[in-house]
């Protein structure tokens, strides 16, 4: 299992319209290619004094799977030009990394 770890941080006001954008945009985008071996995604948000993190987790079945959804350069952020307008600044590249055990009570 792959796991792709992408930051980006919006300004506070900017910050619930960057996160109705994932929410209603962009996370179902990536659902509706149907990518074989995508097993989903979880967002994770964090405000700071003058700015909000978010934190995108993507799995994947394989690298392949990342290529797929990515491209060849699957190292390349996948920003859309909506989210590109809200976000202050973000992480490029994305990081993968190997899902070597998870464990869950």
Do not use: C, K, N
């Amino acid at each position: 299992m792959i796991e792709r770890i992408w930051h980006g941080w919006t300004d506070p006001d900017d910050a619930d319209a960057y996160e109705q954008l994932l929410q209603t945009e962009i996370l179902p985008g990536f659902a509706d290619q149907d990518i074989d071996g995508y097993r989903g995604v979880r967002v994770l948000r964090r405000s700071h004094r003058e700015e909000v993190e978010f934190v995108t987790i993507m799995r994947f079945e394989s690298l392949d799977a990342v290529q797929q959804f990515a491209g060849e350069e699957y190292e390349q952020a996948h920003v859309p030009p909506a989210a590109r307008e809200l976000l202050a600044r973000f992480d490029d590249p994305a990081h993968h990394y190997e899902l070597r055990e998870q464990r869950e009570y």
